[in-house]
Nanobody
Framework: QVQPVESGGGLVQPGGSLRLSCAAS????????MGWYRQAPGKQRERVAV???????NYLDSVKGRFTISRDNAKNTVYLQMNSLKSEDTAVYYC??????????WGQGTQVTVSS
């Protein structure tokens, strides 16, 4: 199973929170930078957050202060904590290796819908 497996999406009201998880393959997960992306209907896919192998993070301006990316190298898992959700955060969310042998592989994604 090379494909990342995203989970944790769902329907949430504006102002609510969700925590996404991504289980990644590979024995060298800890060595690679990871990213979360999203794609809203009719829009291009955009990168939301990055976490480096060393734990440094970077965010899309529109989610700064609301989203937090983290990783657990023992579990080959990367997380995206999303707070203060807005309707414009509605999208399918994907995680991906940003480098290494699996960097071209996309998962199925997880749907996040923010609506009252």
């Amino acid at each position: 199973q090379v494909q990342p497996v995203e989970s944790g999406g769902g329907l949430v009201q504006p102002g609510g929170s969700l925590r996404l998880s991504c289980a990644a393959s590979g024995t060298s997960f800890r060595l690679y930078d990871m990213g979360w992306y999203r794609q809203a209907p009719g829009k291009q896919r955009e990168r939301v957050a990055v976490i480096t192998s060393g734990g440094r993070t970077n965010y899309l301006d529109s989610v700064k202060g609301r989203f937090t990316i983290s990783r657990d190298n023992a579990k080959n898992t990367v997380y995206l904590q999303m707070n203060s959700l807005k309707s414009e955060d509605t999208a399918v969310y994907y995680c991906k290796y940003l480098e290494g042998p699996f960097s071209a592989v996309w998962g199925q994604g997880t749907q996040v819908t923010v609506s009252s």
